[in-house]
């Protein structure tokens, strides 16, 4: 069955919801307080984590709205390792970080495994006179197939890594060369062999819904093929179309209609993928990711940003959120070396929450979970989120999307593939004007 181009289904615009409030509420006005809050001592319970944005990539994905750059070369990337390095010096000596260890670390894009195994060694050694993770409960890297080796492989290992993260996102050639993609599957089942070859204590699979292309028997094809891997986990995403993506432009610059599925379809094929990998000994730990043994894995990358921890983000335009204040690096290349370059922060903007912001955020970011703890809120809060959101949570216990038992607040199966579109209910009235499909 070919895929729907129902124009009531995939439109342009934001449906994923990464964060609260929304970014285009961020403001250069409230760049004093990220200076002040990274002087300020730091809630001992509050963990902390740092990310890397690695912003190189051999090809840019037609869907892709990450800032990440196809034309820049060996002397780019060295300048480039070197800003990052001495951005974690501007860090190292601030009072918000002194004397915290590392929950955990993320390497993203971007596509980290562009670097060479040798600009991967200097950048580590130039971050380590800085910080440490030797001590961190999970150091991820996200890797591109065909940029993969296994002497960058045996590198990734010596570094640290202990959760590689492989974006195969389909498995069909055509749909990988249509929507932009640098590998094709041979590259995947070359990779696969090298990182099983190495070893990691865990290994991730990303795959997409609904690209360009895809059919019932291409998207069925891919979890065939992703479940003969038998990877750890696998995080499936649905195709969005933001903005600043070569189809979004496509669509509303040029007038040309993409084939990509309605959101309907989309959720089908979610639906199948999550009970073909259960009927395999999965299960469900979120609304994108299965896993293969639920009681032995920890995402702390995920789950300590959803509960509220810290995270210093470096590189061109990463996000960052310390003590409530969240803030974003200047977005382009050459602005955020010289920044660097000069002893500066390379600060864009900001946003200071307030403390119902803060439960907010943590609230619709657990939803993704799909469970909730009407006791962790109280605790951490003094509120009670049935008081607090009776009106919402209400409405989707009235529709059966949710069930609630005792301390317990539970999403189904159906809210949980279509959670990003039931969250904006939660925002303050303020912080509604974004469209989500």
């Given at each position: 069955m070919e895929a729907t181009t129902d124009p009531r289904g995939t439109e342009v615009g934001s449906y994923f919801i990464a964060n609260y409030p929304p970014f285009f509420f961020w403001s250069a006005d409230h760049l004093s307080k990220v200076e002040k809050v990274l002087d300020r001592s730091p809630d001992p319970s509050v963990p902390l984590g740092l990310y890397l944005h690695v912003p190189f990539c051999r090809k840019r994905c037609k869907f892709c709205y990450f800032r990440v750059y196809t034309d820049k070369n060996a002397k780019d990337v060295e300048r480039y390792d070197e800003a990052l390095v001495r951005e974690m010096e501007l860090y190292r000596d601030r009072r918000a970080l002194q004397d915290r260890a590392l929950r955990f670390v993320y390497f993203g894009g971007g596509t980290?495994?562009?670097?060479?195994?040798?600009?991967?060694?200097?950048?580590?050694?130039?971050?380590?006179?800085?910080?440490?993770?030797?001590?961190?409960?999970?150091?991820?890297?996200?890797?591109?197939?065909g940029t993969l080796s296994e002497a960058k492989l045996r590198t990734l290992r010596t570094i640290g890594v202990s959760r590689l993260s492989l974006g195969i996102e389909s498995w069909n050639d055509d749909i990988l060369r249509e929507n932009g993609r640098a590998h094709l599957s041979a590259e995947i089942e070359r990779a696969w062999e090298w990182i099983g070859d190495v070893g990691f204590p865990y290994v991730n699979v990303d795959l997409i819904a609904g690209m360009v292309g895809e059919t019932d028997e291409t998207w069925d094809e891919s979890v065939s093929r992703t479940l003969a891997l038998a990877p750890d986990s696998v995080t499936i995403y649905q195709m969005e179309l933001p903005y600043n993506t070569v189809y979004s432009k496509e669509i509303l610059v040029e007038?040309?209609?993409?084939?990509?599925?309605?959101?309907?379809?989309?959720?089908?094929?979610?639906?199948?993928?999550?009970?073909?990998?259960?009927?395999?000994?999965?299960?469900?730990s979120s609304g994108y990711t299965?896993?293969?043994?639920?009681?032995?894995?920890?995402?702390?990358?995920?789950?300590?940003?959803?509960?509220?921890?810290?995270?210093?983000?470096?590189?061109?335009?990463?996000?960052?959120?310390?003590?409530?204040?969240?803030?974003?690096?200047?977005?382009?290349?050459?602005?955020?070396?010289?920044?660097?370059s000069r002893g500066k922060l390379p600060l864009r903007r900001a946003f200071v929450a307030g403390e119902r912001e803060k439960l907010i955020r943590e609230l619709i970011l657990q939803m993704k979970l799909g469970r909730l703890s009407r006791s962790y809120f109280r605790k951490k809060f003094g509120r009670d989120i049935l008081e607090d959101f009776q009106d919402p949570l209400g409405d989707l216990q009235e529709r059966g999307l949710l069930t609630i038992e005792g301390d317990a607040l539970r999403l189904s199966r159906e809210a949980l593939l279509r959670v990003d579109s039931l969250l904006p209910r939660f925002f303050l009235p303020e912080h509604r004007s974004t469209r989500y499909t």
């Open positions: 980290p495994s562009f670097l060479s195994a040798k600009q991967l060694g200097n950048l580590v050694r130039g971050l380590e006179r800085s910080v440490s993770w030797n001590d961190a409960e999970e150091v991820t890297f996200e890797c591109e197939p007038g040309k209609r993409m084939p990509v599925a309605s959101w309907e379809q989309k959720r089908n094929w979610l639906r199948r993928a999550f009970e073909r990998f259960e009927s395999s000994g999965y299960g469900v299965l896993v293969k043994d639920p009681e032995t894995c920890n995402f702390s990358y995920r789950d300590s940003l959803w509960h509220g921890s810290d995270l210093v983000a470096l590189g061109v335009a990463s996000f960052s959120h310390v003590g409530g204040v969240h803030y974003q690096n200047l977005d382009r290349f050459e602005n955020y070396v010289e920044a660097v």
